[in-house]
C-alpha cells in the first residue's frame, strides 16, 4: 500500500518538475496529464485500502474531466499555434512587470 | 505485489524520459508508456473497469489527441538544451526533491491500518457496484460532467474554428498566378513531378529525377523535407543507365503524326 | 502746552508722510514743508523748554499718556511723553540743529533729483529721536530706537545707485541691530523682574533687586548703547556711514542719533547707580572708544572720516563722563550738546568745502582754502577751537569738567582722557592745515567757491553756539537744570587744583597742536596722493584700517555665521530633502526589486506555485505531527 502511495507521490513531483522544466507546449500539457494520473493511482489505492469503491468513483470522474480539459488545451494550443506560429509557453510574456 | 514491482521501474524510467525527451514526439510515447502500466496497476488493485477505460479513453483517446496536435503543431519544434530563465531549473530541481521529500514524509504517516480490500464487491462484480454509486449518490456529479462534456465539444469547435475572411481564389485565378510567376520568376507552371519519376523507386521519400539526373526536391512532400527524411537513393545506377543509352547510339525514330512544333 | 509733547512728535512725522505720499507733484516745494515741520517742531519745543523753567524745580516733569499701547494680562504699556529737564535739553538740541541742518539741506542737495524724499526721511528722522528722548517707557523709547536706525538707514544709503553707500547703510543698519539685541534682552529682563517697561517704575524698583539684576540690565543696556553710540566693539558702522550726504553726517552721526546710547545711559541712571560693575564696563567702553576713534583720526584722509573718528571719540567721553556715576551724568550731557554744536558745524562745513571741491573728500587735494573759502574758514575754525577746548569756548567747558571728574575718580583714567584730548588737539589741527593752509594741492577743473547763504547762515548759527554755548555751564546751571532728572551731582575732589588741571590740559593740547604744525604747517610738502601702505609705519597701518575693527567682524562673526549657513543649507539639502527623497528613492528601489517576479514567464509562475504548495504541505505537516 504504501509502495503504490509513494510510486503515485514519485510520478506527481516528475510530472510538477516537468511543467517547470519543458518549453513546447504541449509536452507542459502531458506533464500536467501525468500528474493527474498519478492522483487516479492514489485514489485506486485508496478505494482498496478503506473497501469502498468511492475513490473508483473519483478516478473515474477524474478522466473524464481530464478529457475534457485535454479537449479544449489542445485547441487552445492550435489556435495559438495559428496566431502566433510557436508553441512555446514563453511566448506569452506580455504580463511582464 | 510482483506485477507492481515490474510496472513501477518501467513506469518511472517513462515519467523521467517524459520530461527529459528532447523530441516531443518521444515524451508523448513515454506517456503513453506510463498510462498502460498504470492501467495494469489498476487491474492488480481490483479496478477492471478503470483497467479497461484507463487503456481506452485515456491511452487510445487522449494521447491519440495529443498525436495528432503534435503532429500538426510542435514536430519541428525541439526544446533547445540552454535553458532561457535564470535559476529555472536549478530551483526547479531543488522545489521538486523537497516536494518528493515532504510528500514521502506526508505517505509514511498516511497508512497505519491493514488494507481492508475490496472483496465484498465481488457478488455482483466492479462494474454493478461502481454504478449503483454513480447513478446513486453521485449522480448530480455524473450529470454535470456530462453537462461539461458537451461544453467541452463546443468549444473546441468554437476554437478550431477558421474565419474565412478571404474567397478561396478559383482555378482561374490559380492559373493565372502561375503564369505570372512563371513570366517574373521563371518559376515552372506545371505539376511539379510526383515523387519517384524516373526514380529507381517510386517511394513516397524518393525525389523525381529530372531528365539530366538531377534530383527535384519539391518532388517529396515538404514534411518529409523537414526532417530530412527524403532520400535519394542509386543516382549511379540512373547514371549508367544514361551512359548506356548514350554508347548504344540509338537514332530517334520519328513517329508518325508529329509535326513540327 | 506742557501736555502737548505728543505734538513735537506728530508735526514732523505728519510731514514725512505728506511728503511721501504726495509724491512727484511735491517736489517743487516739499524742502520748504519739511524746514517748516521742523520749525514748528522747535517753536513749541522753546515754548515748552520756557514754561517748564518756570516751574518750580520739583515739578518739572510733565507726563503725557496718550492711551494704551499693549494690553497682556498683567503687562500693559502706554503712549507715556515724559517732558522733563532732560529731554527737554535733548528737545532744543534736536529740532534747533535739525531745523538748520534742514535749511543747509535746501542748499546742498538743490541739484539732487530725489531731495523731497530726503526731507521726508529727515523729518521722520527727527520724529524718530523726539519719540526716543520723549518717551515714558522702555518700549516707546525702543520704538523712537528702531526709527532712528531706520531713518539712518535710509539715509546713508540715499544715493541708492552707489554700492558702497547701500552697504554701507546694510552694515550700520546689522551692527545696529546687535545692539538692538541688548536693548530688547535688557526690555525683556525688565518685564520678568518689574512686570513693567515704564522708565519711572523701573527706576524706582531697581534698588530694591539684587544687584546681579542691575549689573545684568546695565551690561545689556551698555550693549544697546555701544550699537547706536559706534562705540567699541560695534564701532565699525560709523566711518563707513559718511558714505551719506553730509546733512546726513552732520544730523545724525554727529548731533543726535549717536548720542542716543549717552541718553540711555544717563535715563537709566538709576540702573547703573546701583551696579559698580556695570559702570567700570562703560567707563573701559568709553575710555577704549575715545582712544580708538582719536587713533583712527589721525591716520585718514578723508575729511569726513577724521570728523567721524573724531565723533566716535567725543562720544567716548560722553560715555566716559556718564560711567563715573552721579559725578559725571551732567557733564556727559553738556559735553553732548556743545558737541552737537561744533561737530554738526565741523561736518556742515566740511560739507560746504566738498561742494567746493566738486565733492572730493581727500583732503590732500585741498590746501589754501581759507582765502577761496572765508566764511567757511571762520566757522569752522570756531568749531575747530571749540574741539580743542580753547579757552572760553563751549568745548573748554565740558571737555575740562569731564577730565577733572576723571581724574577724580580714578587716576588712570584721566590721564587716558588726558592723552586723547592731546591725540584730538593733533589729528584737528591737521585736518585744519591740510584744508585751509598750506599750498594749493587742488586738481585739474576745481574751482573753489564759498557756498550760497542758505549753507552758510546754518555755519554762523552753528559756529555762534560752539563758541557761546559754555555759559550754560557758567554757576552750575546746566548741573542745576539736570538735577531732577540725574539725580544730584556729587561734587569729586580732583587730586590737584582745578587751575591746575586746566593748564596741564592747556599744556598737552598745545604740544598736540604743535607737533600737527611742526609735521604739517610751516610750509611743508604734503602730498597729493597718499603714501602706500608698506611706506607708514605700523601705527598708520592700523588707523588706516580703523584698528582692523572690519577684520575683527569679519573673523569673529562674519565667517563663522556663513559657514554655519553653509552648513545648514547643506543639512537642509542633504539630510533633510535627503531624507524626503531618499525615502521615495528607497521605495522606488524597493518596488524596482519587487517587480522582478514578474517576469511574465509561466515557468516562474508555475515554480512559485509548487513553492507555495510546498510551503502548506510543510506547515500541514508540522501541524500534525507536533
Known amino acids: 500500500m504504501t509502495a503504490y502511495l509513494t510510486l503515485s507521490m514519485l ?54 474531466v481530464a478529457a475534457a480539459e485535454v479537449v479544449i488545451g489542445l485547441a487552445i494550443i492550435v489556435s495559438i499555434y495559428r496566431t502566433r506560429r510557436s508553441a512555446s509557453v514563453d511566448e506569452a510574456n506580455l504580463l511582464k512587470a | 505485489m510482483t506485477a507492481f514491482w515490474i510496472l513501477a521501474p518501467v513506469m518511472l524510467v517513462a515519467a523521467l524520459g517524459l520530461i527529459f525527451a528532447r523530441k516531443a514526439v518521444h515524451s508523448a510515447l513515454c506517456l503513453a508508456v506510463v498510462m498502460i502500466c498504470l492501467a495494469m496497476l489498476y487491474a492488480a488493485q481490483d479496478a477492471p473497469f478503470l483497467f479497461v477505460v484507463q487503456i481506452i479513453v485515456y491511452t487510445g483517446a487522449i494521447m491519440m489527441l495529443f498525436l495528432f496536435v503534435l503532429m500538426l503543431v510542435g514536430v519541428e519544434t525541439s526544446d533547445s538544451v540552454v535553458e532561457t530563465i535564470k535559476g529555472q531549473r536549478a530551483a526547479a530541481a531543488v522545489v521538486g526533491v523537497l516536494f518528493a521529500g515532504v510528500l514521502a514524509t ?50 473546441a469547435m468554437v476554437l478550431a474554428h477558421r474565419e474565412i475572411l478571404v474567397a478561396a481564389p478559383t482555378q482561374q485565378e490559380l492559373q493565372a498566378k502561375r503564369m505570372r510567376d512563371y513570366a517574373e520568376f521563371g518559376r515552372h507552371p506545371g505539376n511539379a513531378p510526383t515523387p519517384g519519376v524516373f526514380a529507381l523507386h517510386n517511394a513516397v521519400d524518393t525525389p523525381a529525377l529530372l531528365p539530366d539526373g538531377t534530383p527535384v526536391a519539391e518532388s517529396v512532400a515538404a514534411s518529409l523535407r523537414a526532417r530530412q527524411q527524403d532520400e535519394v537513393r542509386d543516382t549511379h545506377e540512373v547514371a549508367d543507365v544514361v551512359a548506356e543509352i548514350e554508347a548504344a547510339d540509338i537514332e530517334p525514330t520519328a513517329t508518325e503524326g508529329q509535326e513540327d512544333a | 502746552m506742557l501736555d502737548q509733547s505728543w505734538l513735537l512728535i506728530a508735526i514732523p512725522l505728519a510731514g514725512a508722510a505728506l511728503l511721501l505720499m504726495w509724491g512727484k507733484e511735491s517736489d517743487k516745494f516739499g524742502h520748504l514743508i519739511a524746514t517748516a515741520c521742523s520749525t514748528a517742531s522747535f517753536v513749541f519745543g522753546l515754548i515748552m523748554f520756557i514754561q517748564l523753567a518756570g516751574r518750580d524745580p520739583a515739578d518739572r516733569s510733565v507726563t503725557a499718556n496718550l492711551g494704551t499701547w499693549i494690553q497682556a494680562g498683567t503687562f500693559s504699556v502706554d503712549f507715556q511723553f515724559t517732558f522733563d529737564t532732560l529731554s527737554s535739553l535733548f528737545v532744543l538740541l534736536i ?100 512686570g513693567t517697561t515704564s522708565i519711572a517704575a523701573v527706576n524706582e524698583q531697581i534698588h530694591s533687586v539684587s544687584g546681579n539684576v542691575a549689573t545684568a540690565l546695565g551690561l545689556l543696556l551698555l550693549l544697546g548703547a555701544c550699537g547706536k553710540s559706534a562705540q567699541v566693539p560695534l564701532q565699525a558702522w560709523l566711518l563707513d556711514a559718511m558714505e551719506g550726504p553730509t546733512p546726513v553726517s552732520a544730523l545724525i552721526h554727529a548731533a543726535t542719533m549717536v548720542t542716543a546710547g549717552v541718553y540711555l545711559v544717563v535715563r537709566s541712571h538709576d540702573i547703573f547707580d546701583a551696579s559698580p560693575t556695570a559702570r567700570n564696563f562703560v567707563i573701559a567702553v568709553g575710555l577704549v572708544t575715545l582712544l580708538v576713534g582719536a587713533w583712527i583720526g589721525c591716520a585718514k584722509d578723508d575729511i569726513k572720516k577724521v570728523l567721524a573718528g573724531s565723533t566716535m571719540s567725543q562720544i567716548g567721553y560722553m560715555m566716559l563722563a556718564a560711567g563715573l556715576g552721579p559725578a559725571g551724568y ?55 577751537l571749540a574741539i580743542l577746548g580753547f579757552p572760553g569756548t563751549s568745548g573748554f567747558f565740558s571737555k575740562d569738567k569731564i577730565i577733572e571728574t576723571a581724574l577724580a575718580t580714578n587716576i588712570w583714567v584721566g590721564i587716558g582722557a588726558l592723552i586723547g584730548a592731546g591725540v584730538t588737539a593733533f589729528y584737528m589741527t591737521r585736518l585744519m592745515l591740510m584744508t585751509f593752509f598750506g599750498q594749493k594741492r587742488w586738481q585739474k577743473d576745481v574751482h573753489p567757491h564759498e557756498s550760497g547763504l542758505t549753507m552758510t547762515i546754518p555755519l554762523m548759527v552753528l559756529a555762534a553756539l560752539s563758541a557761546f554755548a559754555g555759559v550754560i555751564s557758567l554757576g552750575n546751571w546746566i ?76 573673523a569673529l562673526v562674519v565667517r563663522p555665521t556663513t559657514y554655519l549657513t553653509r552648513a545648514l543649507v547643506w543639512a537642509d539639502a ?18 524596482g526589486e519587487l517587480r522582478k517576479p514578474q517576469t511574465g514567464f509561466v515557468r516562474s509562475y508555475a515554480l512559485m506555485v509548487l513553492g507555495g504548495a510546498l510551503v502548506v504541505l510543510l506547515a500541514l505537516l508540522a501541524v500534525t505531527l507536533a
Open chain 2, 106 to 155: 506526508a505517505v509514511a504517516q498516511a497508512v497505519s491500518t491493514a488494507v481492508v480490500g475490496l472483496g465484498k464487491f465481488d457478488e455482483h462484480g466492479n462494474v454493478y457496484h461502481l454504478a449503483e454509486l454513480l447513478f446513486g449518490p453521485y449522480i448530480v456529479a455524473f450529470q454535470f460532467t456530462a453537462a461539461l462534456m458537451i461544453v467541452a465539444v463546443l468549444g
Open chain 3, 574 to 591: 542633504k539630510l533633510v530633502d535627503g531624507l524626503v527623497t531618499g525615502t521615495a528613492d528607497r521605495i522606488g528601489e524597493l518596488s
Open chain 1, 11 to 64: 510520478l506527481f513531483s516528475i510530472g510538477a518538475v516537468g511543467v517547470l522544466i519543458r518549453r513546447n507546449a504541449i509536452v507542459v500539457f502531458m506533464c500536467v496529464e501525468l500528474m493527474l494520473n498519478a492522483t487516479n493511482l492514489a485514489f485506486v489505492s485508496f478505494a482498496r485500502q478503506h473497501g469502498n469503491l468511492d475513490g473508483q468513483v473519483a478516478a473515474f470522474f477524474v478522466m473524464v
Open chain 3, 330 to 384: 551732567a557733564f556727559a550731557i553738556f559735553h553732548l550738546l556743545t558737541h552737537g554744536f561744533f561737530k554738526a558745524n565741523m561736518f556742515l562745513g566740511a560739507g560746504s568745502v566738498m561742494h567746493g571741491m566738486n565733492d572730493d573728500v581727500d583732503m590732500r587735494h585741498y590746501g589754501a582754502l581759507r582765502t577761496a573759502m572765508p566764511v567757511t574758514f571762520y566757522t569752522f575754525g570756531i568749531g575747530y
Open chain 3, 95 to 194: 529740532t534747533g540743529v535739525g531745523t538748520l541742518i534742514h535749511i543747509y539741506s535746501i542748499g546742498y542737495m538743490a541739484d539732487d533729483e530725489r531731495r523731497r524724499r530726503f526731507f521726508a526721511y529727515l523729518n521722520l528722522f527727527i520724529a524718530a529721536m523726539l519719540t526716543l528722548v520723549l518717551a515714558g517707557d522702555y518700549l516707546v523709547l525702543f520704538l523712537g530706537w528702531e526709527g532712528v536706525g531706520l531713518a539712518s538707514y535710509l539715509l546713508i544709503g540715499f544715493w541708492q545707485h552707489k554700492p558702497s553707500a547701500a552697504a554701507a547703510a546694510k552694515k550700520a543698519f546689522v551692527l545696529n541691530r546687535v545692539g538692538d539685541l541688548g536693548m530688547a534682552l535688557a526690555i525683556m529682563t525688565m518685564f520678568a523682574w518689574f
Open chain 3, 479 to 554: 548741573e542745576d537744570w539736570l538735577e531732577p532728572a540725574t539725580g544730584h551731582l556729587e561734587h569729586v575732589e580732583p587730586p590737584l587744583p582745578m587751575l591746575a588741571i586746566t593748564l596741564i590740559v592747556l599744556v598737552v593740547v598745545s604740544a598736540g597742536v604743535a607737533l600737527a604744525w611742526f609735521i604739517y604747517g610751516r610750509g611743508n610738502e604734503i602730498a597729493t596722493e597718499a603714501p602706500a601702505d608698506d611706506q607708514v609705519s605700523v601705527f598708520t597701518r592700523a588707523g588706516r584700517a580703523e584698528m582692523y575693527g572690519n577684520q575683527i567682524n569679519e
